[in-house]
C-alpha cells in the first residue's frame, strides 16, 4: 500500500465521522429533543437513542425530560382577614410537550417567568380566598392542590406539566414579628404570675392547713383534759362526801380548823364571844 | 516508515478503547447506558463499556445516608464542627399564632437509583423544600406548648411520612430514613420570657416546700404540746383523787380518837387552831363589849404587857 492510499482512508474515515455525527443524534436518557429545519419543527423525540436527521440542515434542540425546581421569590400576599404574610413558594415543573413549549417560549429561560407570572397570580388568587390560620395549617394542602392544578391548567398549552406546587414558608411579615414576640411575652409572663399565685395559694393552704390541725390537737387535749380532771374531781367529792357523812358536825369543825391553822400574817379581828380568850378579856 | 503510522494508530485506537474501562465504588451503582438510553445496572468493582459515543455510565450512590440541615447549618472549621443557625429558616408559626424555633435533620439515601438519575434534577433542594413545606405545616397544626413539649417526637414522624408519600409522587427514588428534630425552643427575643414561666415554676415548687417545712414543724409540736396537756390532767386529777384519799384516811384517824373523847378533843384542836393563828398573825385586835361602844384592844400590847 502507498502512503497516498493510507492518507485517502484516513480522509474518508474523517468525512465519515463527519457525515455520521451531523446525520445522527445521541439523545440521552433524560433528554428529549426538537429537530428544527430552517426554523421549522420535523420531528420530535422523546425517546433516548440513536436517532437520524438531515446532516447540516437539521438542528436539534435538547430538552430536560426530568422535574425541574423553580423557587419563585417570597411575596406579600393579604389574606381574607386582612392579614399579610410573606409567602415563599416553588414550582416542580417538566417539558411534557417539546414541540409547544419550543414555540411558545423557546427556552427554559423564557419559561420562568412565564410560570412565576401563572403560579403567582393563582397563589395570590386562591390564598387571599382564605383566612390567616388556614393558609398557615391544614387547610393549606388543599389550596395548594387548587394552586397547582389551575397553574397546571394554563401552563399545559405551553407544554409544560406542573408536577407540584408547594409553598416553602408562609410566615408574618417582619413588621408584625415585633408584635407577635410582645403579645408571646405578655402571655408567658402572665402564665408565670398565674404559677407563682398558685404557689402562693397552695403554700396558704398547707400552712392554715397545719395550723388548723395544730389548733384542733391542743383544743381536743384540753377538752380532754378537762374531762380528766372532772373525773378526778368526782372521785374526790365523792371521797369527801363519803367523810363528811360519817360525822357532819366534826368533819365541818375538824376542817373549819384546819383553815384557821393555814391562815398566816394579815391582822386578826377577834369578837370578845371567843370562848379561848375569855381570861384575857375578863381582866 | 509505515510501520510507525500503524503503530500510531493502533496506540490511538487502544487508548480509544480503554477509554471504555470504569470502576465503581462500594456504595456505588452504575447505571449504563447504549446511545444515551439506559440498558443497565452495573454493580460496584471494575467494568468496561464501549467508548463514547456508544455507551456512557452515571454512578449514583446508594447506600450513603445523606443529610439536609434545616434551621441551621455545621460548620467545618479545622476540626470543630460549630453550628450557626439561620433565623429565615428556623423561625415558623405556630397554630397559636405564637412564633418557635425549630431545627431538624433529614437523613435520606437513593432507594431507586434509576428513578434518581432520570427523573429528577436537584435533588437535594427538592427534599429541603419539600421538609421544609411539610415541617411547617405540622408545626402550624399545633400549639406552642406542644411543639416544645410533647408534639416534638410526633412531628418528626408525620413529617417524615408526609414527606416520604410526597416525594413518592414525584416518583424521584428517594427513601427518607429519618427526620430528626434538633434544637426546638422559644426564639430568642422571647426566651427571658419563657424562663421566667420556669423559674415561676421553680418558686412555686419552693413556697409549697416552705409551707411543708412549717406543717411539719407546727404538727408535731402542737401533738407533743396535746400530750403535755394530758399528762398534766391526768396528774392533777391523780393528785385530786390522791389527795382526798389521804384526807379520808386521815380524817379516819382523827374521827376515831375524837369519838373516845368529844368534847375534849374538840376543845384542844380549837385551841390548837388558835394558837396556830396567833402565832402566825403578826397583829391580832379582839373587839370587847356592845355594839354601841367598841373598846379595841391590842392583843400585841396585851401580851408584851403580860410578858412583863
Known amino acids: 500500500m502507498k502512503v497516498w492510499v493510507l492518507s485517502l482512508l484516513i480522509v474518508l474515515i474523517v468525512i465519515g465521522v463527519i457525515l455520521a455525527s451531523s446525520a445522527f443524534y445521541v439523545l440521552d436518557q433524560t433528554q428529549q429533543a426538537v429537530v428544527l429545519r430552517f426554523g421549522k419543527i420535523v420531528a420530535v423525540e422523546t425517546e433516548p437513542g440513536v436517532h437520524f436527521k438531515q446532516p447540516f440542515v437539521d438542528n436539534v434542540v435538547r430538552f430536560d425530560k426530568r422535574i425541574l425546581l423553580y423557587d419563585i421569590e417570597p411575596e406579600k400576599i393579604i389574606a381574607a382577614d386582612k392579614k399579610t404574610l410573606v409567602i415563599d413558594t416553588y414550582v416542580l415543573w417538566k417539558i411534557k410537550d417539546p414541540e409547544a413549549f419550543i414555540r411558545s417560549l423557546k427556552n427554559v429561560n423564557l419559561a420562568l417567568p412565564r410560570i412565576d407570572d401563572v403560579v403567582y397570580s393563582h397563589v395570590r388568587n386562591i390564598f387571599a380566598k382564605a383566612n390567616f390560620d388556614e393558609i398557615i395549617s391544614e387547610k393549606r394542602e388543599d389550596l395548594l392542590k387548587k394552586v397547582t392544578e389551575l397553574s397546571r391548567e394554563d401552563l399545559k398549552e405551553f407544554g409544560i406539566e406542573v408536577v407540584d406546587v408547594r409553598v416553602k414558608h408562609a410566615d408574618l411579615p417582619e413588621e408584625n414579628e415585633a408584635a407577635v414576640y410582645e403579645r408571646m411575652r405578655a402571655e408567658r409572663y402572665s402564665i408565670a404570675a398565674q404559677i407563682r399565685a398558685e404557689g402562693e395559694k397552695e403554700a396558704r393552704k398547707i400552712r392554715a392547713e397545719a395550723d388548723k390541725t395544730a389548733k384542733v390537737l391542743i383544743a381536743e387535749a384540753q377538752s380532754k383534759a378537762e374531762q380528766i380532771k372532772g373525773t378526778g374531781e368526782a372521785s374526790a367529792v365523792k371521797i369527801y362526801a363519803e367523810i363528811f357523812s360519817k360525822d357532819k358536825d366534826f368533819y365541818e369543825f375538824w376542817r373549819t380548823m384546819e383553815v384557821y391553822k393555814s391562815i398566816e400574817g394579815g391582822i386578826l379581828l377577834v369578837g370578845d364571844e371567843l370562848d379561848a380568850l375569855r381570861y384575857l378579856i375578863s381582866k | ?308
Open chain 2, 1 to 308: 516508515m509505515r510501520k510507525y503510522v500503524w503503530i500510531i494508530i493502533g496506540v490511538i485506537l487502544a487508548v480509544y478503547f480503554l477509554t471504555g474501562v470504569y470502576q465503581v465504588g462500594p456504595s456505588e451503582v452504575a447505571l449504563l447506558k447504549t446511545f444515551g438510553k439506559f440498558t443497565a445496572v452495573v454493580p460496584s468493582g471494575i467494568h468496561y463499556h464501549l467508548p463514547y459515543p456508544f455507551q456512557s455510565h452515571v454512578k449514583v450512590d446508594v447506600t450513603t445516608v445523606r443529610k439536609i440541615e434545616i434551621g441551621f447549618r455545621s460548620v467545618q472549621r479545622g476540626d470543630r464542627i460549630s453550628y450557626e443557625s439561620v433565623p429565615g429558616e428556623s423561625i415558623m408559626i405556630t397554630g397559636d399564632n405564637n412564633l418557635v424555633s425549630v431545627e431538624a435533620v433529614v437523613q435520606y439515601r437513593v432507594k431507586d437509583p434509576v428513578a434518581y438519575a432520570f427523573n429528577i434534577t436537584e435533588a437535594d433542594s427538592i427534599v429541603r423544600f419539600t421538609t421544609e413545606s411539610v415541617l411547617r405545616e405540622k408545626v402550624a397544626m399545633r400549639n406552642i406548648d406542644d411543639v416544645l413539649t410533647v408534639g416534638r417526637d410526633e412531628i418528626g414522624l408525620e413529617t417524615a411520612k408526609m414527606l416520604q408519600k410526597i416525594l413518592d409522587s414525584y416518583d424521584c427514588g428517594i427513601k427518607i430514613e429519618n427526620v430528626y428534630l434538633q434544637e426546638v425552643v422559644p426564639p430568642e427575643p422571647v426566651v427571658n420570657a419563657f424562663d421566667d414561666v420556669n423559674n415561676a415554676r421553680q418558686n412555686k415548687e419552693r413556697l409549697i416546700n416552705e409551707a411543708r417545712k412549717y406543717a411539719n414543724d407546727i404538727v408535731p409540736k402542737a401533738q407533743g404540746q396535746a400530750q403535755e396537756i394530758l399528762r398534766q390532767a391526768e396528774a392533777y386529777a391523780q393528785e385530786v383523787y390522791l389527795k382526798a384519799l389521804g384526807e379520808a384516811k386521815r380524817f379516819d384517824e382523827i374521827l376515831e380518837e375524837y369519838t373516845k373523847a368529844p368534847d375534849i378533843t374538840r376543845k384542844r384542836m380549837l385551841l390548837d387552831a388558835l394558837q396556830s393563828i396567833l402565832e402566825k398573825v403578826q397583829n391580832k385586835i379582839i373587839f370587847v363589849g356592845n355594839a354601841g361602844s367598841l373598846n379595841v384592844l391590842n392583843i400585841s400590847d396585851i401580851l408584851k404587857e403580860m410578858g412583863k
